[in-house]
């Protein structure tokens, strides 16, 4: 009997266990609704500031305008702008993105440069910290949806390290979001900025229900960037290049929203799957131990059984 009861515990545990892993797995969904519903809202935005970075490549060259952030300089220390979770529970997501810092750094390393960590998250700043690694800024306490202003409270300490030189180029490390599945991390320059690469990708990652499951459709737009009449009835009062001065910074921040955006994405995606391989396993186990517990009842209903008749046949 101290055996059955071991077992209906299990169960019941297992159970409550199971229940848990459930509720994570639809509260991860319901967020990965609203990290994509806030990629929509900023791409009018995103898509109004490229046209306008545009239009005024065409009144100066990016590359004569003097500004901090376009002008190339020598590189002796590299800032790797790493993206991670604040929350665990999320399988492989942040492993795959600091394994993929600790490469760079290598190759930076091996370059002759030295480098310095800027940690976005808890999970990679307990990491690095751990090991002792050069760090020159850290931040969590993220929203799972990431905001503007926390993406301008970021940009702000990047900015500082980028022109005080503390750091001669920033590359950032975020995982992309690919699908409900899969995510990989990328590497993406941040400073200094390279003006060819100023058009947005135009995707969009959209969330639906099909057959009563979850999926990911990916829809990729050509952005249209206006130029012919427009360009006519511009009238520039300010100079291009303090015009250009105000602009990059914004386009600075967009691209960081868009990469904590794309992180958060990921983030909750593998916690989701997580979560539902949590609840697959727990649905195995709980049948698994129940069979085990049919199987001791049984036992010990037929050990009963065979006592009662002994016990019948000594009477005879």
Same mark, same amino acid.
């Given at each position: ?11 019941? $545990? ?23 519903? %806030? ?9 109004? =500031?490229? %046209? ?18 376009? +002008? ?22 942040? $492993? ?36 002792? %690694? ?26 500082? +390290? ?25 590497? %993406? ?57 105000? =602009? +990059? ?68």
């Amino acid at each position: 009997m101290a055996n059955l009861k071991a077992i209906r515990d299990r169960i019941k $545990t297992v159970k409550n266990t199971k229940k848990i892993t459930e509720a994570m797995r639809l509260v991860a969904a319901a967020k990965v609704r609203r990290a994509q519903e %806030q990629v929509l809202a900023g791409r009018p935005f995103a898509d109004s =500031l490229a %046209q306008m970075l545009y239009l005024l490549r065409s009144y100066i060259r990016f590359e004569e305008a003097g500004l901090e952030l376009l +002008l190339e300089r020598e590189v002796k220390t590299v800032g790797l702008i790493v993206v991670s979770s604040d929350r665990g529970l999320c399988g492989g997501y942040n $492993t795959s993105v600091i394994r993929r810092a600790e490469e760079r750094a290598q190759e930076v390393k091996a370059s002759g440069l030295d480098y310095q960590y800027i940690l976005i998250g808890r999970k990679a700043i307990q990491y690095f910290q751990n090991r002792n %690694q050069p760090i020159a800024y850290t931040y969590d306490g993220l929203e799972q949806v990431p905001t503007a202003p926390e993406a301008s409270l970021i940009q702000d300490g990047l900015r500082s +390290l980028y022109l005080s030189g503390k750091i001669d180029r920033g590359e950032l490390i975020y995982t992309k979001f690919v699908s409900l599945i899969s995510s990989r991390p990328v590497l %993406q320059t941040l400073y200094p900025l390279d003006p060819t690469k100023l058009i947005p990708d135009g995707e969009t990652l959209r969330l639906i229900t099909q057959e009563g499951k979850l999926q990911v459709q990916v829809e990729r737009e050509e952005v249209q960037i206006v130029e012919e009449g427009i360009k006519a009835q511009l009238i520039l009062e300010q100079n291009p290049a303090q015009l250009l001065d105000s =602009l +990059l910074p914004l386009y600075i921040l967009n691209q960081l929203l868009r990469a904590l955006q794309e992180s958060a994405a990921s983030e909750l995606a593998a916690r989701m799957n997580a979560m539902s391989n949590a609840s697959e396993n727990a649905t195995e186990l709980i049948g698994s131990l129940t069979l085990s517990y049919n199987k001791a009842r049984q036992a010990a209903i037929t050990q009963e059984l065979l006592e009662v008749v002994a016990g019948a046949e000594g009477l005879r």
